[in-house]
């Protein structure tokens, strides 16, 4: 029986539908314009202590939920950042826009699900710097209630477990008072404002002097569907926003991935974003609808990095290059995804019907399957 | 102004109504609601709390304090039911059905055609022109004809319900429907219309992941899943629906079906790119020229 491995050269079908959760899956083919752009931003910002936001814009299925997988890799952080000649990498947060009722709240939780306390710990422990750590913020914090809960985060002698439920809000008071009231932590985190500078003194702290982490990457994705929030729920968004940049003004890269919709253009974003946070967008990144030239070198990398063995068929084989072509031609300006979507449902069912090179009979056998 | 209201306007309505600020608007058009739309109504109109409810997305209080909303509104909009004895005793048992005959309505009776029947009688009746405002927009086509031919009036959505009760207002309203106004409750409106749509999106992908077997039929589902969500981007209804009746008749798309069914709604109400379009032109409109109420005419 015929399978990707024997009959194609290919460890499997390397065109997804939608980016794999499996980080070691996410690679970068073709593209390198863009590339280098994101390269460049990260770079500076492990390199530089400023903080900036970026906005990702383009077409649906252009890459950009795709290039937020990609450059949160650990392993792409750690070589950028030796690019950059910084000893710390990145410590990176991606999620979707919130949708829920309370986006604010909400993305708090995100980024406290995405806090790996122990590793963060540890860190710090084989850096030696907990003392320098607890220094600066000290220094830098005006609110002493929130202190405590940072302070907390990297105590050691609070167990993980415990604190992280206190940053969930699942303590009652009397547990509060139980075990944390010896770490002058005498109440729940209760409002907005609290949420904002928890995030606000974590991301500041773990990125003091660039010793612990070189800066944060912060990634929203699908930013579109803020044009499903009512107002007071844009102005939330807006405030944390606004107040992130403001609080932690060294050391934080937000990028935003918008996808321009029938709702929403990259011009509609005036009436989503303030005026405090729409100037602080210091760039933009298009992803273009690819031409036929890029799609065609995207292709070949793909195909290339899923080779198992060398290949000596051709850099489109099991493709030959007349149907690349054809599909391209009748896709009529296709998105990336359209082009994934396309050349996966022909190679899947090529593989299933056991067809050894893929061209354009074998293509048109398909056709109405793939061309809609 | 002589109104009907169908349920699914009623009900956009009643969501977005904050302080009883659209309810009390209200009160300066004459309005009607058949019973049978009333009932419609009482039927779906906890639908969304519910589904928030289920998501988390809502607290226990926040959900009872809902509840209490919903019912205070229907309250007041119970005053102004038509009860189905009424037509009976007017028009007959038979009113209905051969409505129903004279402009082939192959569907069962339901608060629409009600709505329209009653429209016709009291057009007759009242010697007016009717509004019925209704954000169904298979029902629009349905009787479009119908309210033509017949010289009944015109078929309306919520958007242009909330304009009329902005312009409407008279000198004894206290309170005023500001230009803020305006825009917040279209801005709500919009909401409304679109906000299901990222729950839908969610749920295709979520599916879609879910998708680890390789054969012929996953791949034909894969297909129709990537369909349905570049529609969505696109707001592209009339594919959406193509998309919907396909695999509506082919078992194999169940699990598919049963994603739609649950966001069904999207159909009858005609979320659309058209619908986007019509938002866009209103809020240019407001921008450039504005709405005249009495008072902003020239002297």
Redesign the interface.
Known sequence: MSSFSTEYNLEN?PFR??PS?NPEEIIWAGFSDIYEKFEIRIKNSIRISNSTLVLNWGE??SGKTHASRFFTKSTELERIAALANVPTIPYSFVMPLP????PLYSCYISIIDKIDIEEVRAQIALLDIKEDLLDYINKISTNNHILKVVEAIYDNEIEVDLIKKYLYGNLTGTEINKSLRGKDILRNLKDDNDFIAVISLLFSSLTFDKRLYSCIILWIDEFE?I?????INIDKINKFFRELIDNVSDNLLMFLNL?Q???VTSEDLGHYLHESVKTRIKSRIEFKIPSRDEIKLYLVELLEKNRIVRNDKGEYFPFDVEVVDIVIGDLKNPSL??FN?AL??LI??SQ?DGKPLINSSVYNEYKE?II? | MKCFLDACTIINLIHIDEDEFLLNKLENIIYYIPEEVFNEVKLNVFVKIDE?AK?N??SKTDYQDYKIKIDSYLIRFRQRIISNQTIIDELGVYYYDSIKEIISYKKKTNGELISASCALFYSRKLLSKILFFTDDFIAKGDFKDFFFYQQIGQIKDSIDLIVLLYWIETDEDKVKFSDADLS?YL??L??EY??Q???FK?DL?DF??SIKV???NN??I??E???TL?CI???NLDELQKIYKKIEMDKNYRELLNIFKKYGYIFTLGID?RK?AKFKEYELYLKSTGIKKLLDLPT
């Open positions: 079908n539908l939608t959760n649906y299925g949708k829920g009722k309370d569907d044009t499903t929030y009512s107002n996808t919709t029938a709702l995804r359209r979507e996966s449902t899947e069912l299933m399957e809609w | 928030l998501r997305e809502i917040k801005k709500n919009f909401v679109f906000y749509l990222n729950y969610t992908n879609l992941q390789q054969s012929k791949i034909l894969k297909t899943i990537a369909k570049r981007n696109d707001l790119n986007v």
